[in-house]
């Protein structure tokens, strides 16, 4: 993450609150147990399933199979969203197929520290889930949003990230 000042629109709050708005919710998408990923099928119709997954190198890592590896494969792109509709933080980006063994390691240690398998009671190992030959998934933020239900005019802000998904 850089320290600059965000780039923000600011609709009926103040800058020092949108930078407040725009902290909390990167600080709730580093430790949310779930998300929301919205990605678009082949067809064009929408599709949204949760995931675990682990905020890293300023973007989400998550594993996933089925419908949302079809619609990846055709338009890599995704919203992510928590799961409150009172307290909003979503974000939007590009989403990177990752094979590389080092950048794998680094994110299935994440996931270690962070989630326990409910089985086991074990730090979770993601590789059993990812298969033979493994693969997660990197959202690389462009656009972020955060605001307060029942504040809306008031408490809503939009930011940006930069190439590298770290807002600026």
Do not use: C
């Not at 989400?60 to 949302?68: A, I, P, R, S, V």
């Not at 890599?76 to 933080?89: E, F, R």
Request: glycine share 8%; charged share 20%; proline share 6%.
């Amino acid at each position: 993450m850089t320290d600059d000042t965000p780039q923000t629109e600011v609709t009926g709050t103040s800058t020092a609150h949108a930078t407040m708005l725009r902290a909390r919710a990167l600080a709730r998408l580093r430790t949310a147990n779930n998300y929301w990923i919205a990605t678009t099928r082949p067809d064009g119709r929408p599709h949204s399933a949760p995931v675990w997954g682990v905020w890293l190198d300023d973007g989400l890592w998550f594993g996933t199979m089925g419908q949302k590896v079809r619609n990846l494969a055709a338009l890599p792109y995704a919203v992510v969203h928590l799961d409150s509709a009172d307290d909003v933080i979503m974000v939007q980006g590009t989403v990177e197929v990752v094979r590389d063994a080092t950048r794998l390691g680094r994110a299935a240690e994440a996931f270690r520290a962070k989630y326990v398998d409910g089985e086991t009671g074990e730090p979770f190992d993601v590789y059993p889930a990812l298969g033979e030959e493994p693969v997660l998934y990197h959202v690389i933020p462009e656009t972020g949003w955060a605001w307060l239900e029942g504040a809306y005019v008031s408490h809503n802000t939009r930011w940006t990230f930069s190439a590298d998904g770290s807002p600026v």
